[in-house]
Structure formats: C-alpha cells, structure tokens
C-alpha cells in the first residue's frame, strides 16, 4: 500500500474510530432515546367496554365469592371498615366498601433508590423494567447446566444490575439455596441485594416475625429509622393470596408489619390460569383484579394512602402437558390486559414480562423475552417484573441472560417511546435539500448526525456487522462476550458496598453469610 493510500485509510479509519467512540460514550440524560419512566400506553389489547366488564366481575366476585382464610387481625382490620364475615368464614366486599378504600389508595408512588440516583415515579403509564422471581438454580450457560443459587449469585445479579442502564430496579430474583436458616437466608437476601446496588430492592420474608430484625437492619443502613421512612429504598413483594380467592395467611401478617414499618408493598397475586384461575385470560385477569383490590382495601385499611402498587401476576398454563408458560403470547396479553385495569384504577401497577420458558439463552428466549416485554411497554406498565434473567419458567436465573435482557429491554423501551411527528422529523427541508441538487442520500447530513444519538439506541452485545466484518473479528459469540462482561463487572468492587464502620456493625448484629 503506497503512503498516500495508508494515509486516506488512516484517515477513514480513525473518522469511524471516533465515531465509534463518541457512540461508546455515555450520554447525557437530556439526550438519551430512552430512559425509566417512558410513557406507554398506545397498546390496549382491551376495549372500554371490556375493561368494564372485568370491572364489575370483579366486584361482583369481591361481594358474593369473597376471600378464605385472613388471619385473625386480617379479619379485624377488614370488617372495621365494612367488609363482611360470613358464617363460611369468607370476607366480602361491598361495593362501596371497595370504591371508598380505592378513594383513599395512593395515586403516585415513588420506590426510591438508596443515593437518590435512580429514584421510580410510579404514576400514569410510565414504564420500568427490573427483576423479579424466586430462581430456585443458576444457569450455567457454558456447562449447559443448572446448580442450586447461592448468596453469592444473588449478590452478583445485584452488582450486574447496578450496571445496566435498562433495568431500573433490582426485586430479589433468586433463593439462596445456601442458607438453610430462613431468617438468615431474608435478612442475607436484603444485605447482598443492597450491597451490591444502590437502586431499588424488593424482597420478601418468610415468616411475620422476621420482619422486625429485617426493619433493624434496614433502619441501621439508612441511618436511622425516620430516614428510611422518609426513603423507603426496600419494599416487600407480598404474596397475599393463594389463589383463587383465598388469603394467604402468614403473608398477610408480614404485610400488616411492613405497612406499619413503612415499608411500600407489592400486593403480589400470582394465579396460573387453567390452574389456580380461569383458564381464559379474560377469567384470569378478573380474578387478579378481584384479589388485588380486596389487598387494597387491606393496606388502606391499616394506614391510609399507603405505598402499594397493584401487582396482578396471573401466569400462563400449558394445557397439554400442565407445565407453566411464562414465554406465551397469552402471557405477554394477559400483563398487557392488567395493565389496562391498573390505568382504570389510577393506581400503580405492575406485572410479569420478560421470562422464558428456555432453559439456556437461546433464540426461543429470545423471541419470548422481547414478545412480552414489548408488549408489556407498550400497554404502559408501571413495573415490568421479571423482564429480565428469568428461564426456565422462573425456575432458573442467568447472569448473562441479565445483561442480554438490557439490549432487549433497550429495543423494548425505544417502541415504548413510539414515533414523533412534527416538522423537524416529517424532514421536508431535507428531501428538498438532498433530492434537488443534493448528494442524493442522507449519509453524513447535519440532521443525521444530530439525532443519531437521540433517536437510536444501539445494542451494547448485538452484533450488526457484516458476514465479512464478523468473520474479520474472529465471529464473536453473544454468549461469550455477555460472560466477558459478567466478569469484568464482577472484578470490580461494587459502588453500593458500605462503608466498614456499617458492614462490621452489621455484621456485629446478624449473621451475614457473603464474605466481608
């Protein structure tokens, strides 16, 4: 190659290698194509007509049906503001009981984040994507493998979350097999979520009494009980019911802790339709919508306008064989129509989209993970649980399924924020400038330029190259780039870590299993 030549390469070469780093390059809030808390809201996979029918099924099903088994202060709390035990021992629920207790349920709901970065305003149809689950194996994706979830795992999930610019919240998504303590294994759950992210955590407890010992250590790492008040950065996923229509006892009891500790909750009901609901998705959605309002009452019933997002989960069913289908186009319709009850209601939301039936993180994950999160969006879901991790019908959590799920919820998120028609992006003057005595393309123009940034977003691990240009990079594998990344974050301290004055009085007080 003459110098001449070498120097128009060289020259080529390092106007994309700065292109390349510009695109590298975070961006400024202002200037990024998506971000938490897009508004959705164009998908209704429900008419007005319907959402009112499943609305008065609802109620109907609150008033004659009710719900079994509320403990005993469930069942104080309850009929002191109306709701009616009946000699079969069901709670209903009369209509105006349920109309005053929506009256009085919070509208807008903040889940803060413990340094104030990434803070979630709930309200209207502003969408957040993050995890969620109760993995019971990791996913080894190199061994083609499961094994039992450790701390450790949890802990890292946390560390690769905090990284991801496209999940905005980190629920606990995995068990700690390692932990055969139960009140070791809740508290471990909160320290190695909150050590290893600074944005928002939820988790779950057990048992009613553990919640306690869970408030000392949360109240020790806010500095103070009336600052975690003030800043709830945790906040309890509750399984209130046991599906169909019937409290689930202990659960309840937590609740009622939590809700008087401060602490928002996630009125959690997870039917599996055909199962523990309707088989059809109509039914299903009803039934959730039934239970979730009836835990709405509950939760207003104790403190009034307290923090609670409505969290219908019904799940899908295999028919054939009985096995659950996260991964389903009913699944992502089923989230899809919740979402739609949550906007009637006016009250936060959230739902399961995002998981996969896959046992590795393979094309058929792919195709369900982007279905059900795309559709999840684009309904306007307040809280896309799960999106991101989940296979194995949520038996299984993959840490570089984690950072795969960021580029698709990336995608997601850019349909979310939809097409925007005015005159600068309808371009006219552009056609005009290119087409009539112009370069004939659009390649390199001042408004290309300016809006690639701010109208595209482009995968971190997705390859777009050439045949030619991959096999030039010697064919980069998704899986081994997303491990490469998984490593990198992982040889890194995590930001969220306390500081050693709070780890070693922690400590001091609970048994804390990940290494210090």
């Keep these: 190659m003459s110098a001449k030549n070498s120097e128009r390469s060289g020259g080529r070469s390092g106007g994309r290698a700065a292109r390349q780093a510009l695109r590298n390059a975070p961006l400024k809030e202002d200037v990024r194509p998506i971000r938490a808390g897009m508004n959705g809201g164009a998908y209704k996979p429900l008419s ?10 609802a109620l109907d099903a609150l008033e004659k049906i009710g719900l079994a088994d509320a403990p005993p202060s469930g069942v104080e709390i309850l009929t002191g503001v109306g709701a009616i035990l009946g000699d079969d021992g069901r709670i209903r629920f009369p209509r105006s009981l349920v109309e005053d207790m929506l009256a009085k349920a919070r509208r807008e709901v903040t889940l803060y984040s413990r340094d104030g970065k990434n803070d979630l305003l709930l309200s209207d149809h502003r ?26 795992d949890l802990h890292d999930a946390a560390c690769i979350a905090d990284k991801l610019d496209n999940i905005h919240f980190l629920q606990r998504p995995m068990i700690c097999r390692d932990i055969a303590d139960n009140y070791e294994m809740d508290l471990n759950s909160i320290y190695a979520c909150t050590s290893g992210t600074t944005k928002h955590v939820g988790v779950s407890f057990t048992e009613p009494g553990f919640v306690a010992g869970a408030f000392e250590m949360l109240y020790e790492i806010a500095g103070g009980e009336a600052n975690y008040r003030e800043r709830p950065f945790v906040s309890n996923s509750n399984c209130f019911v046991v599906p169909p229509m019937k ?26 339709a055909g199962a523990t609901a309707p088989s059809t998705i109509a039914g299903a959605i009803t039934q959730a919508t039934a239970e979730c309002l009836a835990g709405l009452v509950y939760v207003n019933a104790i403190v009034p306008g307290h923090p609670a997002i409505f969290g219908t989960w019904p799940f899908g069913l295999d028919l054939r064989t009985g ?46 993970q982007m279905c059900s999160n795309v559709m999840a969006g684009l309904s306007g879901l307040n809280m896309v649980y799960e999106s991101a991790g989940m296979h194995a019908s949520l038996l299984g959590f993959c840490h570089e399924s984690l950072i795969l799920g960021d580029d698709i919820i990336g995608q997601a998120l850019r349909c979310v924020r939809g097409i925007e028609v005015n ?10 400038q290119v087409c009539m005595g112009g370069p004939g393309h ?3 123009t001042d408004q290309t330029l300016s809006r690639m940034q701010s109208d595209f977003v482009y995968p971190t691990l997705g390859d777009r190259t050439s045949p030619k240009e991959w096999a030039e990079l010697d064919k980069p594998n998704l899986l081994v780039n997303a491990t490469k990344r998984k490593e990198a974050i992982l040889s890194e301290r995590s930001n969220a870590r306390f500081e050693p004055e709070l780890d070693e ?7 804390i299993h990940l290494p210090a």
């Design 505 to 511: 009085k922690l400590r001091q007080v609970h048994k």
């Design 442 to 444: 659009y390649l390199g």
């Design 48 to 57: 007005d007509i319907d959402v009112q029918k499943i609305h008065t099924a």
């Design 127 to 152: 969408v957040h994507y993050g995890t969620a689950g109760a993995a019971v194996h990791i996913v080894d994706v190199h061994g083609n493998n499961y094994r039992e979830c450790t701390v450790q």
């Design 323 to 368: 096995a659950m289908s996260v991964g389903s186009g009913e699944q992502a319709l089923l989230t899809a129509g919740c979402a739609q009850m949550h906007k009637f209601y006016g009250v936060p939301g959230g739902a399961a989209a995002g998981a996969s039936d896959s046992k590795m993180p393979d094309m058929q994950a792919g195709w369900e």
């Design 247 to 272: 409290f689930a006892t202990e659960s309840c009891e937590v609740m009622e802790a939590c809700v008087r500790g401060g602490m928002p909750v996630l009125l959690l009901s997870a039917g599996m």
């Design 423 to 432: 005159d600068e992006t309808l371009a006219l003057d552009q056609m005009e």
